[in-house]
């Protein structure tokens, strides 16, 4: 009789550790494959990463927003030919250098509107230059190493079926919480390329402002944005590669259930900090 509730207990055993290693190991690879492929993703350029959409958004931008930003630029050009006026008292006091002051900023006006799309590009494509040298930073693997996996499988079976049914239930509320943080990572980093198509779409009219004094801190801003855009990039990578070096620092010998929930816990401090970059980037440039 012992024999038979013996021979149970191990079939138990090895079902309960197969379906904690199938479910944890599925898990690992899901979240793994997401975070390995954000320094791929957030290292292309808004032309690179859909040309499809790009190709819209240009196409958009330039029969929809390019004249109105023409408008604004002529407004802004005859509202500083006014001030000329007025300021030196109706061209009483006129010197020849003022007039060509004037033509010289409208027409680096009207040169960024003509080339604004040129003019984003050359933002990104200097931002994705800093995260492609920067790319090396998550050499280390963000996945749970093959090793690992055998010392984890090797102590589930020092462990009694109790145990094992409780941490197999476990499994089922990290697998859950982990597919969630994986689509989180997913949103947020499709969501800042989403975010750099919609700011390049409107280029055209803050650039135009830049023929103004007063209205040309509507340029500088969004210019400052753009920057903080590509470089928010670069604090991805940064945010990657620490979770890298906290997951490799993790040990699967000891404390499975700590080391298991450790593994979720760094993920959501990822997911905290992918967050944050955002914010952080606006505030280092003081972009608004």
Same mark, same amino acid.
């Given at each position: ?32 494959? =997401? ?22 958004? =240009? ?73 492609? =040298? ?57 969501? =800042? ?96």
């Amino acid at each position: 009789m012992g024999s038979i509730l013996d021979a149970i207990a191990d079939w138990l055993k090895e079902l309960l550790i197969s379906g904690i290693m199938g479910n944890l190991t599925g898990v690992f690879d899901s979240v793994n494959s =997401r975070v390995g492929e954000i320094a791929a993703d957030v290292g292309m350029t808004p032309a690179s990463f859909s040309p499809g959409i790009f190709s819209m958004i =240009r196409n958009v931008s330039e029969s929809v927003i390019i004249p109105i930003a023409g408008l604004i630029l002529t407004f802004i050009a005859c509202y500083e030919l006014i001030q000329l006026i007025i300021e030196h008292n109706n061209l009483s006091n006129f010197e020849t250098w003022i007039i060509f002051k004037w033509i010289f900023k409208t027409f680096v006006a009207v040169t960024l509107i003509s080339n604004c799309f040129n003019i984003v590009m050359a933002v990104f494509d200097v931002c994705q230059n800093v995260i492609s =040298r920067s790319g090396g930073i998550i050499g280390a693997s963000t996945a749970v190493s093959d090793s690992d996996i055998a010392a984890m499988e090797a102590t589930l079976e020092t462990y009694g079926v109790g145990t094992l049914l409780g941490i197999y239930l476990m499994s089922f509320v990290i697998q859950l919480t982990l597919w969630i943080l994986s689509i989180v990572i997913f949103v947020i980093v499709y969501g =800042r390329m989403i975010e750099i198509y919609l700011m390049t779409s409107l280029a055209p009219i803050p650039l135009s402002t830049f023929g103004s004094r007063e209205q040309s801190q509507t340029g500088q801003n969004y210019l400052r944005s753009l920057f903080a855009l590509g470089f928010q990039g670069f604090l991805i990578i940064i945010c990657v590669g620490i979770y890298a070096v906290l997951i490799q620092s993790i040990s699967f010998t000891s404390d499975i259930v700590g080391s298991l929930w450790g593994v979720v816990g760094y993920t959501v401090l990822l997911v905290f900090t992918l967050f944050k970059t955002g914010g952080l980037a606006r505030s280092v440039l003081n972009a608004h």
